[in-house]
């Protein structure tokens, strides 16, 4: 998901959207230690995108905009 996409959710949305980046982060973190995981490069990838919601999130915060 690009920033620009993520940027037009309000607080409500980014929260939902970061608890469901956060339990994929784990479901893939149990198929890597179960050597289950076929392409580790996905790990990489939603660590990332729990980064941009964050960052994107504590922006909103900052400037007391919540749209």
Do not use: H, W, Y
């Not at 230690?33 to 909103?60: C, F, G, H, W």
Request: hydrophobic share 35%; proline share 1%.
């Amino acid at each position: 998901m690009k920033a620009s996409e993520i940027r037009e959710k309000d607080i409500v949305e980014l929260n939902k959207e970061l608890g469901e980046l956060k339990s994929e982060l784990f479901k893939l973190r149990f198929q890597l230690a179960t050597n289950q995981l076929e392409n580790p490069m996905k790990l990489k990838d939603v660590k990332k995108s729990i980064a941009r919601v964050k960052t994107i999130i504590r922006e909103k915060e900052l400037s007391g905009n919540n749209k």
